[in-house]
């Protein structure tokens, strides 16, 4: 069965700390992104890899990082965690083509809830 | 800019009855629509995707339409139950690159 595992389910961290949050995928995809979801606000795009060591920023980049160095594993890096940043943060997979029958279908992992004291 | 709407307030609706969810689009031609369905505290999982020469795409109890004169897909569920409660999203190819926009979602509750 195939899988995007999260580190963690849950953390709660004090303002200023730099928090990891982990993204691991068990299906050779290229492209791995990074989401936050907010009530009311839906998925909104932080950053997103399509290959190793590469990264574009999404809608909302700012306040985070990304790590790819292993195609399987993404990183997002919040340096100087802040109140605002918490969130239900979403990591997702997939691969990239065109046409049929490639369905552009996002693989998700089961979030990590983070709450920043 | 591109925007997704989806109904914002829960629908609740009897158990045997055919669920209808509505994701309305702006500044977009997309090249397909998708759908998602999220339970609580987990993370979304994919359902169907339709194309936008098709104008209609059913997987068992499933079925969406996807009216792009309109920029509008609905989303059914026939003969809901109970185990159907959960939020639904829209999402969209954004153009000219590999990111996913997702609607805000519509939660929906089916009573027993």
């Known amino acids: 069965d195939v899988k995007v595992t999260q580190s963690s389910r849950y953390l709660v961290k004090r303002t200023g700390e730099k928090v990891f949050l982990e993204c691991v995928q068990d299906m050779d995809h290229e492209n791995m992104f990074w989401y936050r979801q907010d009530p009311g606000l839906g998925l909104r795009l932080i950053y997103f890899s399509y290959d190793v060591k590469m990264k574009e920023k999404g809608d909302i980049p700012e306040g985070y990082s990304v790590s790819r160095e292993k195609k399987e594993r993404f990183s997002l890096i919040l340096e100087s965690a802040s109140t605002n940043q918490t969130s239900m943060y979403l990591c997702a997979s997939t691969n990239p083509g065109t046409g049929a029958p490639n369905t552009g279908e996002l693989f998700f992992g089961e979030g990590s809830r983070l709450t920043v004291l | 800019s591109q925007k997704i709407e989806q109904n914002s307030e829960a629908l609740n609706i009897q158990e045997g009855k055919t669920a209808t969810l509505t994701c309305n689009y702006t500044n977009y031609s997309p090249a397909y629509l998708q759908w998602y369905r999220q339970d609580p505290g987990r993370g979304p999982v994919f359902l169907l995707l339709i194309r936008e020469n098709e104008k209609e795409k059913r997987k068992e109890r499933l079925k969406v339409t996807f009216d792009t004169t309109l920029k509008q897909s609905l989303f059914h569920i026939t003969a809901s139950q109970p185990a159907d409660s959960a939020t639904y999203l829209c999402?969209?190819?954004?153009?000219?690159?590999?990111?996913?926009?997702f609607g805000a979602g519509t939660r929906l509750f089916v009573k027993a």
């Open positions: 999402a969209l190819p954004r153009t000219g690159g590999f990111k996913t926009i």
